[in-house]
């Protein structure tokens, strides 16, 4: 099966989405993009980062001449203007130039934070997704939204930047904790309800294979995911109309992680918000 689907970069450019049951076929992704940078700066957070950093590294290294990471402690609570403040800091230091490239390994977290320091950093650098949570892969790292919360105010500072390359291991999925687990398929339903009733019905009929987390049943999974969303934003790259249907469940959503004062997640709020 070609695990590998090609999204439009509005109007003129595209990026390939590619699945893998691990890190090695990244150095391959990669090098098929003719970078011309000569530094890569991987950004990821506290969790991922002793988890994946090294693989990810290891796949790295023979392509550029530097590597770095940026490391930040885990959480929604970091992603503000001072964490990318602290990323500008590192890559003015570390010489970082208009050719070179950012690499957000984690959830959506890190993967919006990236985006948007990617998107800003001398007027716009390149960048690469690799979404280590299930809602990253289904949601946030397909379309090219990229942000920071301002005080309380969730997305309010952002930029659309598309990434070059989606790198999505399956392997991450098992070391996900089941309650994050669970938030992504909250996305994961929604996308059904609102597109594809076919893919929503395959989703229950699979629900034993995918809740044990079976590579070939994930992978189907979100590709299907990514499919109706690539579709959705492609026609509407810039939320003007038509991609506003993503938002399904997520008026009462917002509601109610408001009234928990954010101490229930996203996903599950979601969840709760499509239900009613
Ligand atoms: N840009 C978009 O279009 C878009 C869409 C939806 C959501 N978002 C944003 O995404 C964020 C939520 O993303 P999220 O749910 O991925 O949150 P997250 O990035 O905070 O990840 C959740 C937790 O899981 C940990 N984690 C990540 N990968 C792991 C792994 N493989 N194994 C073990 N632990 C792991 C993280 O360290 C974190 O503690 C929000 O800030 C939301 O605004 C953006
Ligand atoms: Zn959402």
Avoid at 19 to 37: D, I, Q, R, Y
Avoid at 73 to 94: M, N, R, W
Avoid at 138 to 165: E, I, W, Y
Avoid at 236 to 264: C, S, W, Y
């Amino acid at each position: 099966m070609e695990h590998r689907m090609t999204v439009k970069r509005a109007g003129e450019f595209t990026y390939d989405i590619e699945w893998h049951n691990t890190f090695e076929g990244l150095g391959n992704a990669v090098e098929k993009l003719s970078l011309m940078s000569r530094k890569a700066c991987i950004v990821t957070d506290s969790t991922v980062g002793p988890l994946y950093l090294d693989a990810v590294s290891r796949q790295l290294s023979p392509l550029f001449e530097t590597v770095t990471s940026f490391v930040f402690p885990s959480g929604e609570a970091q992603k503000t203007l001072d964490t990318v403040k602290k990323l500008y800091t590192h890559l003015i230091e570390e010489h970082y130039e208009r050719k070179d490239i950012l690499i957000a390994l984690g959830g959506g977290v890190v993967g919006d934070l990236t985006g948007f320091t990617a998107a800003t950093y001398l007027r716009g650098i390149d960048f690469i997704q690799i979404p280590t949570t299930l809602l990253s892969q289904v949601d946030s790292s397909v379309g090219g939204k990229t942000g920071v919360d301002f005080d309380c105010f969730k997305n309010m500072v952002g930029a659309f930047h598309q990434p070059r390359l989606v790198y999505m291991s399956m392997e991450t999925l098992h070391s996900l904790p089941d309650v994050q687990f669970s938030c992504g398929m909250g996305e994961v339903l929604k996308s059904g309800l609102i597109r594809d009733l076919s893919y929503y019905d395959w989703t229950l009929a699979h629900s034993t294979e995918l809740l044990a987390r079976e590579d070939e049943a994930l992978v189907r999974m979100i590709k299907g995911s990514c499919l109706i969303k690539k579709t959705v934003v492609e026609h509407d790259p810039t939320e003007q109309g038509e991609r506003a249907v993503l938002n399904l469940g997520h008026t009462i959503g917002h509601a109610v992680e408001k009234l928990k004062h954010f101490e229930m997640l996203h996903g599950q709020c979601v969840a709760l918000g499509t239900v009613a």
